[in-house]
């Protein structure tokens, strides 16, 4: 991620935390202009343009979308336009960002929208089948819809349904277990905390889990909050992930490092 995106995202952000009251439409407006623009190379272009004036990119997006968003939604894609972002695909990936920080807000401090979407990932990942509906370049939009709210059906939030709707349907090349932790990494930091993934053999008690995530709070400086992962072939251990930290105790990679010893 280049300077001038980080930078970008920093004024995006400060935006939505200026703004007040956000609700779930300010979301899905935000996602569905991101389609917009994902389906429009000329629109992209001149969006992500660090050699246009502001008030063109601003001029443009209130063509494009005055009808088709809400006043608030306008109002904050307005300010992403108006950023100097690295490049194109920054620019959708900060539009992308800003819409699930506002879905997040929207749910409110005590929703675990993280873990919906960190369970959706395991259901999906267990089925190859459902991974390639999901994924398939080829599969109708209308289709992909529809599946995720028939299976996220009585298992997610509002919320929930409409952003894995929108990662499904602009995935930008990314696998949908990619999109999903990212989407949650997101969501959490919004919300003033960090996801650990945790993986075991077996499954941990509550007083294991309660050590941990006391532990990895401790150690990252901020609140935790833990998904587990239960995984046979991991044998004995833990394999702890925290954003990009891996850290791997498990008997699987000791028993790995060593085989690579011996044949060394």
Do not use: C
């Not at 990932?121 to 599946?147: C, F, I, P, R, Y």
């Not at 995984?231 to 004995?236: A, C, E, L, Q, Y």
């Amino acid at each position: 991620m280049g300077s001038a995106t980080r930078e970008a995202i920093a004024s995006s952000k400060r935006a939505l935390s200026d703004t007040g009251r956000i609700d779930l439409a300010t979301a899905t407006d935000l996602f569905a202009a991101g389609r917009v623009v994902g389906e429009s190379g000329q629109l992209r272009s001149l969006l992500a343009d660090p050699s246009a004036a502001s008030s063109v990119k601003v001029s443009v997006v209130d063509r494009v979308f005055r009808t088709q968003l809400s006043a608030q939604a306008l109002d904050l894609l307005r300010e992403i336009v108006s950023a100097r972002w690295s490049n194109a695909d920054d620019l959708l990936g900060g539009i992308e960002e800003l819409g699930l920080r506002a879905a997040a807000v929207a749910a409110g401090p005590d929703a675990r929208l993280e873990a919906q979407l960190f369970t959706f990932g395991q259901s999906v990942s267990s089925d190859s089948g459902l991974e390639l509906a999901l994924g398939s370049k080829l599969g109708a939009q209308d289709a992909k819809s529809t599946l995720v709210e028939k299976l996220l059906s009585g298992n997610g939030s509002v919320e929930t349904v409409e952003i894995v709707k929108h990662l499904v349907l602009q995935p930008r090349g990314r696998r949908i277990g990619e999109l999903l932790r990212h989407a949650a990494s997101v969501i959490a930091d919004q919300q003033g905390y960090i996801v650990a993934n945790v993986t075991s053999a077996f499954p941990l008690g509550a007083a294991q889990v309660e050590r941990l995530e006391k532990g990895l709070a401790a150690q990252y400086g901020r609140k935790l909050r833990l998904n587990q992962i239960v995984d046979p072939s991991v044998i004995g251990g833990l394999r702890v992930q925290v954003g990009d930290d891996v850290i791997d105790g498990s008997i699987a990679s000791r028993l790995s490092e060593l085989r690579l010893q011996l044949a060394g």
